[in-house]
């Protein structure tokens, strides 16, 4: 990775993940048309505090990768809930600085969290329009399950 390092920690570092998350939601919103308004409606607030309630005791993880000296160029949140469900909730790299090992480490991390938690399941959902992102994620033992379609107004 070169002159990229990773942060790790907890909710401390969610406001730096705000202008990464508005790119990914950007991103999200033009490659899913049939639910590009649920994009465009949802905030970084509301997203903030949806983690925050979810994650039970503080069970939360927030991995930023940055240039040395320089700007965030990437992050992975994880969290665990009631029911010791963990969730790879959101993962972003800048498109710049993809296909450089950014996001298997920040994947990596993530996971070896989930493994100090001892997680009873562990999941990732990919939105629709995304799927390219399947194939990553199966490099680390995710495989679809179930496929859920929405009625779309």
Known sequence: MGNIVLETGAAELLLRVK?????????????????????????????QQDLLEKSYEGALWVGLARIVDGPDIGYCIGSIDRQQQAEVDSLFVKSEYRKRGVGEA????????????????????????????????????????????????
Do not use: K
């Open 19 to 47: 202008p990464l998350w508005e790119e990914l939601n950007a991103y999200h919103a033009s490659i899913s048309p049939a639910f590009s308004q649920r994009y465009a409606n949802m905030n970084f607030t509301l997203r």
């Open 106 to 153: 920040l994947v990596r991390e993530v996971l070896a969290w989930m493994d100090e938690h001892s997680t009873e399941a562990r999941i990732i959902r990919v939105g629709a329009g995304n799927e390219q992102a399947v194939p990553f994620y199966a490099r680390y033992g995710f495989a679809p399950r179930m496929l859920v379609l929405q009625h779309v107004e």
